[in-house]
T-cell receptor, first 113, second 112 residues
Framework: NAGVMQNPRHLVRRRGQEARLRCSPMKGHSHVYWYRQLPEEGLKFMVYLQKENIIDESGMPKERFSAEFPKEGPSILRIQQVVRGDSAAYFC???????????FGDGTRLSIL | SQQGEEDPQALSIQEGENATMNCSYKTSINNLQWYRQNSGRGLVHLILIRSNEREKHSGRLRVTLDTSKKSSSLLITASRAADTASYFCATVLRSNDYKLSFGAGTTVTVRA
């Protein structure tokens, strides 16, 4: 029973490029959450999705960031025209129901040159 | 500002000793959760304590919650080198809420 799978584990992009981060939730989990962690800080909520629906994107910057969770395939967090300030660890979590503990992946560490 | 704030920021103890860390928060909550993060890894859920509970145990872990003081503590007894990690508290404000509000964490180093 695989846990939450994120890939890639490390991603390096130059300023202005696009970053695509993938997350496959645990089997049977239909609720997906994305968080961002800056160095020496705790995780900050970005977005909550269910299959094909964005439920809450209040923690996600309005520009350049988007997220999806299609009917088939993993959830994708997309960052367009990346800037140095986007450098962080991005974590995905999933849960079977919204009020159940969230299970986290190992994250994608994004570095912007 | 963060809802949960851990104290101390860092803790170094000898193997076999107990480690205690605290979490303070600002607003009323539905539940509070503790997570562990090993270096370079994701968060692992440890314990969830609800606002109507005062204490919970899980193995060598003991969590207390004082809603009047808006604070929680995590005690790790008989620490092991494998307990070396960062520990985070996260609050959930309402039932059926999904947003976890994390503090900056306590980094625990257990010396062999």
């Amino acid at each position: 029973n695989a846990g939450v799978m994120q890939n890639p584990r490390h991603l390096v992009r130059r300023r202005g490029q696009e970053a695509r981060l993938r997350c496959s939730p645990m089997k049977g989990h239909s609720h997906v959450y994305w968080y961002r962690q800056l160095p020496e800080e705790g995780l900050k909520f970005m977005v909550y999705l269910q299959k094909e629906n964005i439920i809450d994107e209040s923690g996600m910057p309005k520009e350049r960031f988007s997220a999806e969770f299609p009917k088939e395939g993993p959830s994708i967090l997309r960052i367009q025209q990346v800037v140095r300030g986007d450098s962080a660890a991005y974590f995905c979590a999933s849960s079977p129901q919204v009020d159940q503990p969230q299970h986290f992946g190992d994250g994608t560490r994004l570095s912007i040159l | 500002s963060q809802q949960g704030e851990e104290d101390p920021q860092a803790l170094s103890i000898q193997e076999g000793e107990n480690a205690t860390m605290n979490c303070s928060y600002k607003t009323s909550i539905n539940n509070l959760q503790w997570y562990r993060q090993n270096s370079g890894r994701g968060l692992v859920h440890l314990i969830l304590i609800r606002s109507n509970e005062r204490e919970k145990h899980s193995g060598r872990l003991r969590v207390t919650l004082d809603t009047s003081k808006k604070s929680s503590s995590l005690l790790i007894t008989a620490s092991r080198a494998a307990d070396t990690a960062s520990y985070f508290c996260a609050t959930v404000l309402r039932s059926n809420d999904y947003k976890l509000s994390f503090g900056a964490g306590t980094t625990v180093t257990v010396r062999a």
